[in-house]
């Protein structure tokens, strides 16, 4: 099991390119997101576009959640610049 009792991709056994990702942009620097149910809850999959056979990060719904309320809430606006 991954960090945090979280599995990792290759743990939820899902077939990456079966998979409805959704895209951020049209770049290859993009990130691609897909949402997987596996070993009894739902995931979220975060990639970068351009490196489809690259890294594959898994966050938890609740991890998702609390990141785009963040997001919503200006958390990393310092990051833009």
């Not at 099991?1 to 990792?8: A, H, Q, Y």
């Not at 919503?72 to 833009?80: N, R």
């Amino acid at each position: 099991m991954g960090s945090g009792n979280k599995p990792t991709v290759d743990e939820l056994q899902v077939d990456l390119a079966s998979q409805a990702w959704q895209r951020s942009g049209a770049g290859v620097d993009a990130l691609e997101t897909a949402m997987v149910e596996a070993r009894g809850a739902r995931w979220v999959l975060v990639r970068i576009a351009g490196d489809v056979a690259g890294r594959v990060l898994v966050y938890s719904r609740h991890e998702w959640a609390c990141f785009l309320d963040g997001a919503k809430g200006g958390e990393f606006d310092e990051a833009l610049g």
